[in-house]
C-alpha cells in the first residue's frame, strides 16, 4: 500500500478515504455499559479478536453518543456509517464516482475508511439495513476480519486497532437481522433509562445554562415516563428544555407552564398524561396484540387533558 493523504492505493487502485467524525461527547453517567464496551474492544493476546458488539434500546436515549464517547476515551479516529433502508452491500464499501475526464474514481465509505486507518467504525442504526447488505459484512464480523469489494476489486484485511459497534432502535420501523449476522453482533449492550441523578446530570451536561427548576421538572416527568415504560427519551427531554427556554423570550408564564406547552407541542398534548397514555397503550397492545408507535398515542384523536402528572404538584 502506498499513501498519500486522502488518497490510499490498494492493489493497484487508487481508494480516496472518508474523513473522519470530530466528537467532544463526553459520557456522563451511566459507567455499566461504557465499561461493556470498552471490554468488548479489549484483546487479550496477540492472537486475540476485539468483539463487535451492538447497542441497543429506546431510540433518543443515548446509543450514538454512548458509541462516540467509547471512542473519544481509547483516543483512535471515529468514523460514522449512517444506515438506511436504502443501504445496498456497496454503499457499505466502495462507491465509484465518475471524475472530471470520464475516469472512475473509487471512494471508500467510513467503514472501510475505519478498516484501513486502523479507526472506529460506528454503524448506526444497523437494523434499518436490510440483510443483503449485511451479508457483504459476514467476512468482516468473524476471524477473517476482512471485505471483498467487487465494484474496486480489492480485498482488505482490517488493520489489527480496527474496532467496530452497531447501534439498534427498539422500533418497528427495521429489519429482522439474519441469525448468522446476529451471532456475530455480540454481545448485546443495553442502554438502560438512567437513574434520577444521572438524567439530571446529563441534561445539565448538555445544557449547562437551563435554570435549575425546569431541569427539576424535566427530570421529574422523564422518570415517570421511565417507570411507566414509555418510550419518551432523553432526546425529548432536551427539545422540550430547549423550547420552553424560547418560550420564556416570549410569554411571563412560570416554568411549569412553559415545560407543559413545549411538552405538548413537542411529544403532542396526549403526553401531558402519562396515565392516560399508558392505558391507551394497553388497550391498543390488546386490541392489535402488537408494538405501537408512540405516534399513535401522541397523535391520536382524543382531546388532551388538562390533570397530568405535571398538574398535581
Ligand atoms: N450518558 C449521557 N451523557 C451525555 N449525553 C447523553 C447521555 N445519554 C444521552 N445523552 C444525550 O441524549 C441525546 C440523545 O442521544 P443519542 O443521539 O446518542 O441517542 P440514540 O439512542 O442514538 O438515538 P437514536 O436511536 O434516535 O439514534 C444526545 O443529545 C446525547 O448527547
Ligand atoms: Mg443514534
Not at 465494484?151 to 482488505?156: E, Q, R, S, T
Request: glycine share 8%; charged share 25%.
Amino acid at each position: 500500500m502506498t499513501e498519500n493523504k486522502e488518497i490510499i492505493v490498494i492493489q493497484g487502485v487508487e481508494i480516496h478515504l472518508s474523513h473522519k467524525v470530530g466528537s467532544t461527547q463526553e459520557w456522563i453517567g451511566q459507567q455499566e455499559p461504557l465499561d461493556q464496551l470498552m471490554a468488548c474492544w479489549l484483546t487479550l493476546s496477540p492472537k486475540d479478536k476485539p468483539l463487535s458488539p451492538r447497542i441497543i434500546g429506546v431510540p433518543g436515549m443515548g446509543k450514538t453518543s454512548l458509541a462516540m464517547a467509547a471512542a473519544r476515551r481509547r483516543n483512535q479516529d471515529l468514523y460514522i456509517f449512517q444506515c438506511t433502508s436504502d443501504t445496498r452491500p456497496e454503499d457499505l464499501l466502495v462507491t465509484p464516482v465518475l471524475g472530471q475526464k470520464g475516469s472512475i474514481m473509487y471512494h471508500a465509505s467510513a467503514l472501510l475508511t475505519a478498516m484501513i486507518r486502523g479507526g472506529i467504525v460506528v454503524l448506526d442504526e444497523g437494523n434499518r439495513m436490510p440483510e443483503k447488505s449485511w451479508a457483504a459484512l459476514a467476512s468482516l464480523l468473524d476471524d477473517r476480519r476482512m471485505i471483498e469489494s467487487i465494484v474496486a476489486g480489492i480485498n482488505v484485511t482490517a488493520h489489527p486497532e480496527f474496532r467496530f459497534v452497531v447501534t439498534m432502535n427498539d422500533d418497528s420501523s427495521t429489519y429482522e437481522i439474519p441469525d448468522y449476522i446476529m451471532s456475530r453482533l455480540q454481545p448485546a449492550i443495553e442502554l438502560p433509562f438512567p437513574g434520577q441523578d444521572e438524567e439530571m446530570r446529563i441534561l445539565r451536561y448538555n445544557l449547562p445554562e437551563s435554570p435549575e427548576e425546569l431541569l427539576n421538572i424535566c427530570v421529574g416527568y422523564l422518570q415517570e415516563a421511565h417507570d411507566l415504560g414509555l418510550p419518551i427519551s432523553l432526546r425529548d427531554g432536551l427539545h422540550i428544555i430547549r423550547y420552553a427556554q424560547r418560550l420564556n423570550t416570549i410569554s411571563q408564564s412560570s416554568w411549569k407552564e412553559k415545560f407543559l406547552q413545549a411538552t405538548s407541542q413537542i411529544l403532542g398534548p396526549e403526553a401531558l398524561d402519562l396515565q392516560k397514555l399508558v392505558e391507551k397503550r394497553k388497550l391498543e397492545d390488546q386490541e392489535y396484540g402488537g408494538d405501537p408507535e408512540m405516534g399513535d398515542f401522541f397523535f391520536g384523536d382524543e382531546p388532551p387533558e388538562d390533570s397530568g402528572p405535571l398538574g398535581k404538584g
